[in-house]
């Protein structure tokens, strides 16, 4: 390994919402915990360079995507992903949830309804229904530890005369779907046919596992003028506090009416931090990203073995991307507040409630496998052993 993957970085009274907002009882306990979605590991040594150079120039002002920054993004979608933009494209906002939002306002009236697959992160349910719309969910089908979309469902909820938008999570978090290319071309035919714009929030495209491919949503043909693109430097590369995301509306009409709705909302700045970033993340990356997943795929193996081995009461779905996994705990026959209280109290184990992403995570876990391998073994010791005390 060029990169290192294995050191325990102290992040406490740093401000970090997974350390410093931990529960109180486990916050002198020496866990990495695996909760909110941002990595153990330090971004990439060539961004942490530029980053220093450019707090080093000391001119903090109000930054734009200029040309180095958008052939830096240009040149990532085109050698990671295939894809090919252009640069009026873009649309800069501080943040995908901060997207969703400005969508949901300059796409939808009040009486219109949203539909979205469930489980799913959170903030889904949020940007629908804090802005007043209307909520329709297509629960997703669990198949073996596998989830699948309901077609006939979302051809049905799709063809609602209420529906206008669908926030569609690709990859999807929290259950670890790579959605294939086929399933995402029924997806796009359905919402064009109905009339629904899709926007597809992407942000776990880089966080693919072997064996797996992420299709660009508005790649598939006819797609591109019925969709909004979000992607961001984020979750790839460890950098979400650098608050800057990169959103693609091909349509020109479409376009116009999302980024009044962002100006409005008051986006139009790269941040200064973050432009400088982008550039080296983007072009400098690569290899650091190839390094992490090969990191994250052999801690989701180890959990798959030890669940398998000494926790076969419970199961695991296997990740196809992110580095989220999804643990089905319903074997112990707690509801989701039990649960919380044997996680924190017993197993001394900070993770997420699925019931945080939609009911039918009930019973489940969410664990963030974007740590140190050691971590991970600590923490399933943990459970082992509060599991046998049971
Ligand atoms: C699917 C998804 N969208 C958006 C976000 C957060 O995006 P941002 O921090 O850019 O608002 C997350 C973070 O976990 C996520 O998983």
Not at 9 to 34: C, H, Q, W
Not at 207 to 231: K, Q, W, Y
């Amino acid at each position: 390994m060029k990169y290192d993957f294995t050191t325990k970085i102290d992040r406490s009274n740093t401000g970090a919402f997974k350390y410093d907002f931990m529960p109180e009882s486990l916050r002198d306990s020496g866990i990495v915990p695996m909760t909110v979605a941002d990595m153990e590991f330090s971004a990439p040594p060539e961004v942490n360079e530029a980053v220093a150079a450019a707090a080093h120039h000391g001119c903090y002002g109000y930054t734009g995507p200029d040309k180095a920054f958008m052939d830096a993004v240009k040149h990532w979608q085109k050698t990671r992903h295939g894809w090919d933009i252009e640069d009026d494209w873009y649309v800069v906002t501080n943040g995908i949830v901060q997207a969703l939002g400005i969508a949901v306002r300059a796409f939808t009236a009040p009486e219109d309804s949203v539909l979205i697959m469930t489980p799913v992160y959170h903030p889904f349910y949020g940007a629908v229904l804090d802005n007043g719309r209307q909520l329709v969910t297509s629960a997703l089908i669990e198949n073996a530890g596998r989830y699948e979309i309901d077609f006939e469902d979302i051809e049905a909820k799709a063809a609602l005369p209420s529906v206008k938008l669908m926030l569609l999570c690709s990859p999807h978090n929290p259950i670890g779907r790579v959605w294939t290319r086929e399933e995402l071309e029924k997806i796009s035919e359905i919402c064009l046919k109905n009339g629904v714009l899709v926007v597809s929030d992407e942000i776990h495209n880089d966080l693919i596992m072997p064996g797996n491919r992420h299709t660009v949503f508005a790649s598939i043909p006819g797609a591109e003028d019925n969709c909004i693109v979000c992607t961001a430097i984020s979750k790839t590369f460890n950098l979400a506090g650098l608050s800057c995301s990169n959103i693609f509306v091909p349509n020109e009409k479409l376009r116009e009416k999302f980024s009044k709705q962002a100006h409005t909302d008051g986006c139009g700045c790269v941040p200064y931090i973050a432009r400088f970033a982008t550039i080296a993340a983007y072009n400098k990356g690569s290899e650091w990203l190839d390094e992490l997943i090969s990191v994250v795929d052999a801690n989701f193996r180890l959990l798959y073995d030890f669940i398998g081995k000494r926790l076969p009461q419970f199961s695991v779905t296997r990740a196809e991307g992110t580095y989220l996994a999804w643990i089905d705990m319903r074997s112990l026959g707690m509801g989701h507040e039990k649960l919380n209280e044997f996680m924190v109290e017993k197993a001394m184990i900070a993770d997420n409630d699925g019931e945080m992403f939609g009911s039918a995570g009930d019973g489940f876990r969410r664990w963030n496998l974007a740590l140190p391998k050691a971590e991970l073994e600590n923490a399933l010791e943990r459970l082992e052993k509060a599991v046998k005390e049971l």
